[in-house]
């Protein structure tokens, strides 16, 4: 495992050096590092470090939800809770609330979209898998039609510019709302950690968790708790980014097993190397336009939300 994490940082430095290198306009390498150019140095560094945040961020806040609800297909976004926070976050612009009240909007827009998709799909206290999906999908489109009806009957400018950031948008240049995000993002996948073995119990079963003295509803509250808070900070800062929390977490059981005590930091790294190489692909596949990052997500997420549903369904 040791070997795999080592192997995992040196990628993350690689990628993080070819993020500042690498960018929709080119510069030669001799010529970046020149005092002229230090502002575009500085910009991309901040990329780096905001497509690091939200990766980890969103993979962890993925298998923490994955682990509660026991299905590897579960996700912030398709359940809903990315577009639970962005709307949230959008009635808070619309009513003219502070900025400094929008985070506690977007979080309080992913618990109540989380609480909504879970009841959907329950049937007798049970919730089976394919309503699970089926809900989070109709919320999650539900919501987004919401969202872009408001945007669009809105008369404040703000909202107007919000389309980028619908699908997703890591240009923050603001170093202290990064610093604010990171600690909050690092807060929740933290706690997510504490809770490792918890979350290990409960994949294999709830009565089996219950069995080994784990108060099986309490963890999952905290853990609905700590994925919504992790996903409405960085939903208030890059927007809804989908897919990261299914892509990586799902790859990374394929290399170190599904024991969370090493698959949660494996991720982490991981899932910052993702989003980092998918900014990258967004700055330099149509220079010098820049595509959003979600959309590059989606493009590499959804056949793999195709292949894994399809996988499971065969299973069953």
């Not at 003295?213 to 999952?220: A, D, L, S, T, Y």
């Not at 980092?276 to 692909?281: A, G």
């Amino acid at each position: 495992m040791k070997k795999k994490v080592i192997i995992l940082i040196f990628l993350l430095l690689f990628a993080g050096a070819l993020g500042i290198v690498i960018g929709s306009v080119k510069i030669p390498l001799k010529e970046l590092f020149l005092e002229q150019n230090r502002s575009i140095v500085i910009m991309r560094i901040l990329r780096v470090l905001t497509a690091a945040i939200s990766g980890a961020g969103l993979a962890v806040a993925g298998i923490a939800l994955q682990a509660i609800l026991r299905n590897p297909l579960a996700e912030p976004y398709l359940l809903g809770t990315s577009s639970g926070a962005g709307l949230g976050a959008v009635i808070a612009i619309t009513l003219g609330v502070s900025s400094l009240y929008m985070p506690a909007a977007a979080f309080i827009g992913a618990i109540l979209s989380i609480i909504l998709v879970y009841n959907l799909a329950r049937n007798n206290n049970k919730v089976p898998e394919h309503s699970l999906i089926l809900s989070g999908v109709i919320v999650s489109v539900a919501l987004s039609a919401i969202i872009v009806f408001l945007i669009s009957m809105s008369a404040n400018e703000a909202l107007h510019g919000m389309t980028w950031w619908l699908w997703g948008n890591i240009q923050v240049f603001n170093p202290k709302l990064i610093l604010a995000v990171a600690i909050l993002v690092t807060l929740g996948i933290a706690v997510i950690y504490i809770f490792c073995q918890d979350l290990n119990a409960i994949s294999i079963g709830e009565e089996e968790a219950t069995h080994l003295g784990i108060n099986v509803e309490r963890v999952k509250k905290i853990m609905i708790i700590m994925a919504s808070l992790i996903t409405a900070g960085l939903v208030c800062i890059c927007g809804i980014i989908g897919f990261v929390g299914l892509i990586v977490p799902h790859m990374m059981r394929l290399v170190v097993g599904p024991n969370h005590k090493t698959l949660i930091p494996a991720t982490c790294i991981s899932a910052a190397i993702f989003m980092i190489l998918c900014d990258i692909i967004s700055r330099v596949i149509f220079p010098p336009l820049e595509i959003p990052i979600g959309v590059i997500t989606a493009v590499l997420g959804a056949p793999t939300f195709i292949i894994l549903l399809k996988r499971r369904q065969k299973i069953g």
